[in-house]
């Protein structure tokens, strides 16, 4: 008995089916990553920061005005302290001359996993240098947000630092 030859392009549909399936399942692993990995972190108040915006651009201007600047460090302690270190700030007026008398508070913000942001207020240490002890718990990236006023003067900076 002769073998049945199949036609040619008979598998055609199961090319299609396969390349459909593929698209189906990677799609389905990255909607489980994205409903997984989601950490809930969004703007807080926005309705309200919307609104107060032009207050918001005044207040920038006036900032930049006043020429303030400040120098943002983290200095890790010993190796088997994980993330505990020192938070400093060194603020210096538009001349460079170092700014006592400030009150001066920093909030450490992990962006990738809420619930791990904590708020310290740094004491003047002399010069201009603002510290306070802190344990970070989790290593990678941190964005650090320093407020700091004197009188009727406020000042506000963000940046980001990478622990080990």
């Given at each position: 008995?002769?073998?049945?030859?199949?036609?040619?392009?008979?598998?055609?549909?199961?090319?299609?089916?396969?390349?459909?399936?593929?698209?189906?399942?990677?799609?389905?692993?990255?909607?489980?990553?994205?409903?997984?990995?989601?950490?809930?972190?969004?703007?807080?108040?926005?309705?309200?920061?919307?609104?107060?915006?032009?207050?918001?651009?005044?207040?920038?201007?006036?900032?930049?005005?006043?020429?303030?600047?400040?120098?943002?460090?983290?200095?890790?302690?010993?190796?088997?302290?994980?993330?505990?270190?020192?938070?400093?700030?060194?603020?210096t007026d538009a001349d460079g001359h170092p700014l006592p008398?400030?009150?001066?508070?920093?909030?450490?913000?992990?962006?990738?996993?809420a619930g791990h942001d904590r708020a310290l207020a740094?004491?003047?240490?002399?010069?201009?240098?603002?510290?306070?002890?802190?344990?970070?718990?989790?290593?990678?990236?941190?964005?650090?947000?320093?407020?700091?006023?004197?009188?009727?003067?406020?000042?506000?900076?963000?940046?980001?630092?990478?622990?080990?």
């Open positions: 008995m002769a073998r049945k030859q199949r036609p040619p392009g008979w598998c055609y549909p199961w090319i299609f089916v396969g390349g459909m399936a593929v698209v189906i399942a990677v799609n389905g692993v990255m909607a489980y990553a994205a409903v997984t990995t989601f950490s809930g972190v969004h703007t807080r108040d926005h309705y309200r920061k919307g609104l107060a915006y032009n207050e918001a651009l005044v207040a920038t201007a006036a900032q930049e005005a006043r020429g303030w600047r400040v120098a943002v460090t983290f200095t890790p302690g010993d190796g088997d302290n994980g993330g505990l270190g020192t938070l400093q700030a060194a603020f008398d400030l009150a001066v508070t920093a909030e450490l913000i992990r962006p990738t996993h740094l004491v003047h240490q002399g010069q201009g240098r603002y510290a306070s002890r802190t344990e970070l718990p989790l290593p990678g990236q941190w964005d650090v947000r320093i407020h700091a006023s004197q009188g009727q003067d406020h000042h506000q900076e963000m940046t980001r630092f990478h622990i080990r």
